[in-house]
């Protein structure tokens, strides 16, 4: 197996002269990132527990952290400095933190003990790694949660190499001449996808700025630094469409999209806007390490509906599509798909019943629901139906409409029903809520409390109010009918 941090040392020695980060235009080598993650390890080595806080900022020392982190052999807790204060609260609560790092120039975390990166004295010497434990986890990552509570992904050690190694065997050749984009925020799983394989290498990772525009920070940085290799969320070329006239990216070799369903138009006009790259659709949730199945895209593109297929297995994952019994479904028949291997999480933190919900053995094996509707083709490739429950992708977040209802019936006592719908064409939604109750001017506060809970690409766009929910005939909550509505 992989010794990932081993190779990372290997990589600070190997090209300590070449430039390892790009961060809002300023370039820092990896001696400099070196020297950092030096100094924070100095720092963290007596300190107790395996997981710590950090904040993700984008600036050197909170990558020099996560790598300080790692070589520690502990794990690092994402916490997004432009998310509410009470969500990164509960997510320490939740994991039972006792220590944050931090590069801001102040901190808003009380009470407990933070460590300022960006203050430590830079270390030129360096220290050996502690020893690789592949069963040891990495990084904890919180996504929507469908109580209301966001809920935590551990991943291993492990399974981060079993990822390493099955990317390495799709083909991509990246070298230390390569320029790397990561447009994802430290609190998305494919920010590690976009950052740890150019670091094995030498290659240089091109940042987007903590808050921007991403599709425009990705275009920039695009054409700016005249990048070799890109992974991107499928709506980036959605709002590029517009502008594609105008790219001009000779050197691009290497072109990923994940996070969301890629529109076969969207994706046949960026291979014309990108002819000397190769064009693949890569699919995988948090629960399975980044991403899992990878399908290079070829002129005719497999796809149902308009939907870019995900392709087949990575090297160390397996796939099933399966019924409602977990009997496997025959070839062109729709089932829900399954993931099993080494890049399987353990499990989420300390939520047993989600576990028991989620995870199943078949034949000694273990597999993860994930949710997600598929076909089987013939040859093999896994065709994308859409979402079992009402869990969407916008803009690459992973979101759980239901937590969002969750949040807002707490604001009415739980007096109210709410229905939270995704509006618009994949690539290009919205989301809008409907609250069951006459309109009594109470939109502006409702919107007020849920920006105290939920992250902005949460907040829903519009709110109405509905006296009386319509059903369907089940005497359930209609939702296609109150998505209807909420469009007419």
Known sequence: MMNVVQRLCKAFHA????????????????????????????????????????????????????????????????????????????????????????????????????????KLKSEATPQAPKPFQPEHDAYLLFTSGSTGRPKGVPVSFGSVAAFLEGFEALGYQLTNEDRCLQMFDLTFDLSVGSYLPPLLVGACVYTAQLGSIKWQEAFRLLDTYDLTMTLMVPSVIHYLRPYLDEIEAPSLRYSLFCGEALNSDDAEAWMHTVPHAEVWNVYGPTENTIYCTAYRLSTPICQHNGIVCIGKDMKC??????????????????????????????????????NRETFFTK?????????????????????????????????????????????????????????????????????????????????????????????????????????????????????????????A
């Open 317 to 354: 994952s397996h796939t099933m599509i399966v019924n409602e019994n977990h009997d496997c479904v025959a070839p062109g028949e729709t089932g829900e798909l399954c993931l099993a291997g080494a890049q399987l999480t353990r499990g989420y933190w300390h939520n047993e019943e989600k």
């Open 363 to 487: 034949d000694g094996t273990r597999w993860y629901l994930t949710g997600d509707l598929c076909q089987l083709t013939a040859d093999g490739n896994i065709i994308y139906i859409g979402r079992k429950d009402s869990q969407v992708k916008i803009q690459g977040f992973r979101i759980e409409l239901s937590e969002i209802e969750s949040v807002a019936r707490k604001f009415y006592d739980n007096q109210c029903a709410a229905v939270a719908v995704a509006i618009g064409e994949p690539g290009v939604q919205h989301l809008e809520l409907a609250i069951e109750k006459a309109d009594d001017g109470s939109e502006h506060q409702l919107l007020e409390y849920l920006k105290k809970y939920l992250p902005a690409y949460m907040i829903p766009e519009k709110i109405s109010f509905l006296k009386v929910f319509p059903q369907n005939a089940n005497n359930k909550i209609d939702r296609r009918k109150i998505k209807e509505l909420l469009i």
């Open 15 to 118: 090209y300590s002269a070449v430039n390892a980060f790009c961060i809002q235009d300023k370039y820092y080598t990896y001696k400099q990132l070196a020297e950092r993650v030096n100094a924070i390890r100095a720092r963290i080595k007596d300190v107790g527990g395996d997981y710590f806080g950090l904040v993700a900022n984008d600036d050197l020392d909170t990558y020099a952290s996560i790598l300080a982190i790692w070589m520690e052999g502990k794990c690092y807790v994402p916490l997004h400095p432009l998310q509410p204060i009470a969500r990164c609260l509960d997510i320490i609560s939740q994991v039972g933190l006792h220590t944050v790092l931090d590069s801001s120039e102040t901190t808003r975390y009380q009470n407990i003990n933070v460590i300022a990166t960006a």
